[in-house]
């Protein structure tokens, strides 16, 4: 086990470096200008040009800035803005001369938005999702199966945005069934944490679990014909327990390494639906860099996002492990 998380964690180490010097190469390496869209077109001047290409010592060799950007993650890195010298801790992303910020201090005030709207879903879809398709691979052919499926693609058929700007609109504006979307501290009222992300949590989690419904039946259809469950049918064990127990352990590969690379995705910036319920996450923290330039940022939050998704990865390698031991002989 322990060597088969060895090789596991040594390939994901190779991905994220990787994605660091694609990153870098990317936003300072590319035919850009990168202190020319921080300082803007209308009121930069050639002192602020000059200013910022220092600050972010563009003016230095490309190999120089790669070597100084990598070692600021592990030991943290000094900037002057404005003749105020200012220290970014390890692990330091950058710093944002729009918002006179270390990005890392911006994408740790933004992470547990994101993190608690992804918690939320991430319970809904596993939970609807899977005892949805499990109840509809019992039930095959039959009226009720029929029924279920079409329902998930009726709902998925749908755009999301669309989903999520009608029940923003009609059940939280127009008619207030449910809360408005508001972010809320954990730390400083639990109660009101919930409640401000009730909406949010349902509407993602509902829309998406259809799609889990589906993963979920196809692959316990499959598993329900294999051989191992005719055997523990004619052992006389009862239907729930040969379902629930031996077919959905089994069933559930597949459904894994979906959930860990949405959940990673989803953690990277759930965009819409931060935007339409007002949440500060990642995603929105994207959007606004984008539409102001803020490179370094925008560097940061790709780089958050590629760790993320590696780790998730790593850990459906382990959750495949843990779930069917046949997969730490491969």
Request: glycine letters at 8%; a positive charge.
């Amino acid at each position: 086990m322990l060597y088969f998380v060895a090789r596991r964690l040594v390939s994901a180490l190779s991905v994220v470096l990787a994605t660091l010097i694609a990153t870098f190469a990317l936003f300072f390496v590319a035919p850009t200008d990168p202190a020319g869209a921080i300082c803007g077109e209308r009121q930069c001047t050639q002192q602020r040009y000059n200013e910022i290409r220092q600050n972010l010592h563009l003016d230095r060799p490309k190999v120089q800035q790669f070597a100084e950007y990598t070692a600021g993650i592990f030991t943290g890195r000094d900037f002057t803005t404005s003749g105020v010298t200012q220290h970014c801790a390890a692990p330091c992303l950058g710093f944002s001369f729009k918002n006179d910020r270390p990005v890392t201090e911006m994408i740790k005030t933004r992470f547990p938005v994101t993190v608690s709207l992804v918690l939320g879903y991430a319970v809904l879809v596993l939970t609807i999702g899977v005892f949805v398709g499990s109840m509809a691979a019992k039930r095959r052919g039959t009226l009720g199966d029929r029924a279920l499926m079409t329902s998930t693609l009726v709902v998925s058929s749908v755009p999301y945005y669309i989903v999520a700007l009608m029940v923003a609109l009609y059940l939280t504006v127009l008619y207030p069934i449910l809360p408005r979307g508001e972010w809320t501290p954990i730390s400083e009222n639990p109660a009101k944490w919930a409640a401000g992300l009730l909406t949010p949590w349902l509407v993602l989690g509902i829309y998406n679990c259809t799609a889990y419904a589906r993963y979920s039946r196809g692959s316990m259809v499959e598993t329900l014909s294999e051989d191992f469950i005719r055997t523990a049918r004619a052992k006389g064990l009862s239907d729930r327990v040969v379902t629930y127990k031996h077919a959905l352990r089994s069933g559930l590969i597949p459904v894994v390494t979906i959930f860990g690379l949405d959940v990673a995705g989803s953690l990277g910036g759930a965009i819409f639906t931060e935007r339409i319920f007002d949440l500060p996450g990642l995603g929105v923290l994207v959007l606004d860099s984008l539409n102001s330039y803020d490179l370094p940022v925008i560097m940061g939050t790709v780089l958050v996002a590629s760790v993320i998704i590696v780790v998730m990865n790593l850990l459906v390698d382990i959750g495949y492990s843990l779930i069917d031991p046949r997969v730490r002989l491969s």
